[in-house]
């Protein structure tokens, strides 16, 4: 069906031409708003589109689209998906389509905040397909710019200093990525000019020749590879962008940076850093496996001592996103496609907490959970909500996040042994600050400390994209088959491990 159609250039391209149309709209606040929504909706039906032809029998990149772009330099413009790509695309047409919708009430620049809306998506998409090294970096710095305004200009009281913090901790991370391809390219380049006639930036190119990289090289590319990738996911102890960004971003912004910025850093990882540099991974499993542990505990006990509803779900992040970094240490099959599933699970599962501690700041007028209680009665919708995130985020059997934990844990078990009763530890402490939040919020007796008289429950464009996360929520958790037998072939791929992608 697409064989002469380039639908995956169609698909990243097509938000940008939305987001051009949404800035030229000036003053038209719903006219922007519709622009935005109808081009997410058409690039959310496109990547669907997508999936009804994609093969799943096979781990190869399928759609894949190659031009040359610098000749002398071996850079192409080349995109590609394989089930993990095609999984996150997914991901982010559906959660880029149902974050704008839920922003329905901004009405502050609307058509420059629909606009960077779009750009984040242009570049999100650009990451998760490309297959040259020079076009992934060029999306993964795209990505920063909308995100950066986002928080600066929609974001809370100290929103200058948290995007001027993400900005720095982010970029930073992004040139020591920079180092490590440059590196790649470098040490590639006479093997490729003997074996293809021509240096390349291209991901499947290097990966011809990377198993012929040293040891010492390869284990001082995956550092430096770690390290990038890492900052964003984000691990401990370079998380402490993450709590700021979040608490200050827009619900919006909140809910694509939990649910699409922090996978792009996992995504490198599994992508790049683990199947190209293959004995570089192997020597870091001890320093993967630790900061995994120490990220899970750390974000665990963090969001117990939280009293901002939205800082404990940040916290929650940074622990949930450590289970994504066990799974891959275990460098199993089982344990990375885990993680990737897990990275989905947390994809869907954090876009309704971040809807929430939205919906509770703008209904309630904050979201102090020592100043909140006995809401539900009011706001029985919106309780009913939290509670399925809540549930879903604890790991409650039949929600999507019990298999990717419990699929995590069991490959754990089988690299690491009795080591699991660290991140079992998680477990516990998350069901415990999760129902104590949930008690204090919405049942108990009616707070008097806040003024409730204006208490109103959720609206159309809230309840809609709720709901669809929580049916998907349920669906995955009680059919996990339909995301792992697209994940499977591409993971047996990357756990060759001999330098072939």
Not at 126 to 133: A, K, N
Not at 407 to 431: E, M, Q, R, Y
Request: glycine share 8%.
């Amino acid at each position: 069906m697409f064989d002469d159609i380039p639908i995956l250039s169609i698909i990243v391209f097509l938000p940008l031409i939305g987001a051009v149309i949404a800035f030229a709209l000036g003053n038209n606040k719903r006219m922007a708003k519709l622009i935005a929504l109808i081009f997410s909706a058409i690039t959310l039906l496109l990547s669907l589109l997508l999936l009804t032809e994609f093969n799943m029998s096979t781990g190869t990149f399928q759609f894949t689209e190659s031009y040359t772009w610098i000749e002398t330099l071996g850079i192409s413009y080349s995109l590609g998906v394989d089930g993990i790509g095609l999984l996150m695309v997914i991901l982010t047409t559906l959660l880029c389509f149902l974050a704008i919708l839920f922003s329905w009430d901004v009405e502050k620049r609307t058509h420059e905040y629909m606009g960077l809306m779009l750009v984040l998506e242009v570049g999100v998409l650009g990451v998760f397909m490309s297959l040259d090294y020079f076009l992934f970096y060029i999306f993964w710095e795209v990505v920063l710019i909308p995100m950066f305004f986002l928080i600066g200009i929609w974001g809370g009281p100290r929103k200058e200093y948290a995007a001027i913090k993400f900005f720095i901790y982010t970029h930073v991370a992004s040139l020591a990525m920079l180092i490590a391809i440059l590196a790649m390219y470098f040490e590639a380049k006479p093997m490729l000019e003997s074996l293809i006639g021509h240096a390349s930036f291209g991901m499947l190119d290097i990966a011809l020749v990377s198993g012929n990289f040293s040891y010492i090289f390869q284990v001082a590319v995956f550092g430096a590879l770690f390290f990038g990738f890492g900052v964003k996911m984000p691990i401990v102890p370079f998380h402490t962008w993450l709590p700021d960004a979040h608490v200050e971003a827009p619900t919006a912004g909140s809910v694509l940076l939990a649910g699409l910025l922090l996978k792009m850093g996992a995504y490198g990882l599994v992508r790049i850093a683990l199947p190209t540099l293959p004995e570089g991974a192997e020597a870091f499993v001890p320093i993967m496996l630790a900061i995994a542990i120490l990220s899970i505990l750390y974000g665990a006990f963090a969001s117990l001592a939280q009293r901002d509803l939205k800082k404990m779900v940040a916290f929650s992040s940074i622990s949930h996103m450590g289970i994504v970094l066990l799974g891959f240490a275990t460098l199993s099959e089982i344990g990375i496609a885990a993680g990737v599933f897990q990275m989905f699970a947390h994809g869907l599962i954090t876009a309704v907490l971040f809807m929430m501690c939205g919906v509770v700041q703008h209904k309630a007028g904050t979201r102090e959970i020592p100043l909140l209680g006995g809401l539900a009665p009011k706001i029985p919708i919106a309780a009913t909500f939290m509670t399925i995130g809540f549930l879903a985020s604890l790991g409650l059997p039949g929600m999507v996040g019990f298999i990717a934990e419990f699929s995590v844990f069991a490959a754990t078990f089988d690299a690491f042994g009795w080591l699991l009763i660290l991140p079992i530890i998680s477990v516990a402490i998350t069901a415990g600050y999760y129902l104590w939040a949930l008690q204090r919020t919405m049942f108990g007796p009616l707070t008097d400390k806040i003024n409730l008289s204006h208490l109103k429950d959720v609206s159309w464009y809230e309840a809609a994209p709720l709901a669809v996360l929580c049916i998907l929520i349920v669906v995955f958790g009680l059919l996990p088959g339909l995301a792992f037998d697209m994940i499977r072939p591409a993971t047996e791929i990357v756990t060759g491990l001999l330098g072939v992608i």
